[in-house]
């Protein structure tokens, strides 16, 4: 083998797997490993065996106390909804900012995709989110989740839409196609990749969320699965307790983890056929 064919076919690829297995890997067998200890063993963790096992237990035990069912319950209530409209609203924004141009155009798709580096004054939301009556409730969690994830959206889709042929669109409008049943019928089936790795983006986002969450839904009725884990690991109940908050965070990360290994790529052909053009 030569040493040009070296590089890209032994190497490179050799350095991707330790690196994975560094910073996925390590951080991944601890939590693991620190579910499956005693209390006592798990308050100074460590990336050895446990000196006997207790999976069942821990798991058993983070799972009734924890609230795991409720929270689950919490978490999907707001990012269902919230998905689906950051979905809806974000494709049909980003196909007319695609198809138009000028100098309006740029500026309202700098302006749609500024949430990206710009991070939202949770003050200010919480203001506004009790003027309207929304503090503390679902709904007004659902609309900050849109209000925040739209610019990814809009990032994503609107780089893939521009890669779609306009003749498509045009051949449609000669047939006696409105925009509506062009939307539905012509873009929509194409965007299915980049959907899905949009997707998969904002639910990790909001899955995983406990800032926003404890701001907008604290002292509510509804709780998430992170806010739930921080209530829980900052009461006594949890207090110093390591082994159960590390299996608390394993059976949160569980459903994602699925939804990302099956579609994994779909968000790869997403990402490349999209943000990146």
């Given at each position: 083998?030569?040493?040009?064919?070296?590089?890209?076919?032994?190497?490179?690829?050799?350095?991707?797997?330790?690196?994975?297995?560094?910073?996925?890997?390590?951080?991944?067998?601890?939590?693991?490993?620190?579910?499956?200890?005693?209390?006592?063993?798990?308050?100074?963790?460590?990336?050895?065996?446990?000196?006997?096992?207790?999976?069942?237990?821990?798991?058993?035990?983070?799972?009734?106390?924890?609230?795991?069912?409720?929270?689950?319950?919490?978490?999907?209530?707001?990012?269902?909804?919230?998905?689906?409209?950051?979905?809806?609203?974000?494709?049909?924004?980003?196909?007319?900012?695609?198809?138009?141009?000028?100098?309006?155009?740029?500026?309202?798709?700098?302006?749609?995709?500024?949430?990206?580096?710009?991070?939202?004054?949770?003050?200010?939301?919480?203001?506004?989110?009790?003027?309207?009556?929304?503090?503390?409730?679902?709904?007004?969690?659902?609309?900050?989740?849109?209000?925040?994830?739209?610019?990814?959206?809009?990032?994503?889709?609107?780089?893939?839409?521009?890669?779609i042929p306009v003749e498509l669109e045009e051949a449609a409008r000669m047939d006696g196609a409105g925009p509506f049943m062009i939307f539905v019928r012509i873009i929509l089936p194409l965007l299915r990749p980049v959907i899905a790795t949009a997707t998969i983006l904002v639910c990790l986002y909001i899955w995983n969320d406990v800032f926003y969450s404890f701001f907008v839904l604290g002292g509510g009725a509804v709780s998430t699965l992170p806010l739930n884990l921080y209530a829980v690991?900052?009461?006594?109940?949890?207090?110093?307790?390591?082994?159960?908050?590390?299996?608390?965070?394993?059976?949160?990360?569980?459903?994602?983890?699925?939804?990302?290994?099956?579609?994994?790529?779909?968000?790869?052909?997403?990402?490349?056929?999209?943000?990146?053009?």
């Amino acid at each position: 083998m030569y040493r040009s064919q070296l590089w890209p076919r032994v190497v490179q690829p050799t350095i991707a797997v330790v690196l994975a297995a560094v910073v996925i890997g390590i951080p991944l067998w601890l939590a693991v490993i620190t579910s499956a200890k005693s209390r006592s063993e798990a308050n100074l963790p460590d990336l050895t065996l446990p000196s006997a096992w207790h999976l069942a237990d821990n798991y058993a035990q983070a799972f009734s106390q924890g609230r795991i069912l409720w929270g689950l319950f919490g978490s999907l209530l707001v990012m269902l909804p919230a998905v689906i409209g950051v979905l809806i609203f974000g494709s049909l924004a980003s196909w007319v900012l695609a198809r138009r141009s000028g100098r309006l155009t740029a500026a309202l798709y700098g302006a749609g995709i500024s949430g990206v580096v710009l991070p939202p004054a949770v003050i200010t939301i919480v203001l506004l989110l009790r003027q309207m009556g929304l503090a503390s409730t679902p709904q007004g969690m659902i609309f900050v989740y849109m209000g925040m994830y739209m610019s990814v959206v809009i990032f994503f889709i609107t780089g893939f839409v521009r890669t779609i042929p306009v003749e498509l669109e045009e051949a449609a409008r000669m047939d006696g196609a409105g925009p509506f049943m062009i939307f539905v019928r012509i873009i929509l089936p194409l965007l299915r990749p980049v959907i899905a790795t949009a997707t998969i983006l904002v639910c990790l986002y909001i899955w995983n969320d406990v800032f926003y969450s404890f701001f907008v839904l604290g002292g509510g009725a509804v709780s998430t699965l992170p806010l739930n884990l921080y209530a829980v690991a900052s009461s006594n109940l949890y207090q110093n307790n390591w082994n159960l908050i590390f299996a608390y965070v394993i059976m949160m990360s569980l459903p994602l983890l699925v939804v990302f290994v099956v579609a994994q790529r779909r968000i790869i052909s997403g990402i490349t056929g999209g943000a990146v053009k």
